[in-house]
């Protein structure tokens, strides 16, 4: 198995500002993947983090807007940038290992 | 593409009871399905998975699940719920890249 360790847990932001959020795992690995959960709604994938490369954003999420570093294989950052009430969402680091995906704690974002 | 489809929003049963959570897939190849549950304030938990073999699979909390293939199905079940099972259940589908459903929140009346 492997251990994702997430942080922050939770934070409440001004709008405007931006929030990075840290992912560390346990042991190598080549992807790693950012989920966002709206309110009340299920997870959808923001994008892919490859190691060594740009990552890969899903249909309606953009560069610009959240930033993605991977600069080893076990550490990954997601930034929301000049957020809005919008963004207030749980954000998700995942990693899959032997078919298995496994997720950090996530991150509560709330947006004023 | 990849979808999964979860067709009840919340589900209410006695404790004691048994229970069946729906989820119906769309994937190109064999599909790899999980069965994840999220407890309030809490993170991701995988309950069960499949990908090949026995299409009875079983997992933690006396969950089970059965992939159906002609029903593009991957139904959960659990014989006798317990007032700890209340929570959020997603189905997905994918590899490492994962498709949720919409997931199905089950209460549990004493």
């Known amino acids: 198995s492997a251990v994702i360790s997430q942080k922050p847990s939770r934070d409440i932001c001004q709008r405007g500002t931006s929030l990075t959020i840290q992912c560390q795992v346990d042991?190598?690995?080549?992807?790693m993947f950012w989920y966002r959960q709206q309110p009340g709604q299920s997870l959808t994938l923001i994008a892919t983090?490859?190691?060594?490369?740009?990552?890969?954003?899903e249909s309606g999420f953009v560069i610009d807007k959240f930033p993605i570093s991977r600069p080893n294989l076990t550490f990954s950052t997601l930034t929301v940038s000049n957020m809005s009430p919008e963004d207030s969402s749980i954000y998700l680091c995942?990693?899959?290992?032997?078919?298995?995906?496994?997720f950090g704690q996530g991150t509560r974002l709330t947006v004023v | 593409a990849q979808s999964v489809t979860q067709p009840d929003i919340h589900i209410t049963v006695s404790e004691g009871a048994s229970l069946e959570l729906r989820c119906n897939y769309s994937y190109g190849a064999t599909p790899y399905l999980f069965w994840y549950v999220q407890s309030p304030g809490q993170g991701l938990q995988l309950l069960l998975k499949y990908f090949s073999g026995d299409t009875l699979v079983q997992g933690i909390k006396g969950f089970e699940a059965e992939f159906k293939r002609s029903q593009s199905s991957f139904n959960l079940r659990k014989p006798s719920v317990h007032w700890s099972d209340a929570a959020e259940y997603f189905c997905?589908?994918?590899?490492?890249?994962?498709?949720f459903g919409t997931g199905t929140r089950l209460t549990i009346i004493p």
């Open positions: 997905a589908v994918g590899v490492g890249k994962l498709t």
């Open positions: 995942s990693m899959e290992m032997n078919t298995e995906a496994f």
């Open positions: 983090a490859n190691q060594g490369s740009e990552a890969t954003y």
């Open positions: 042991s190598q690995v080549t992807m």
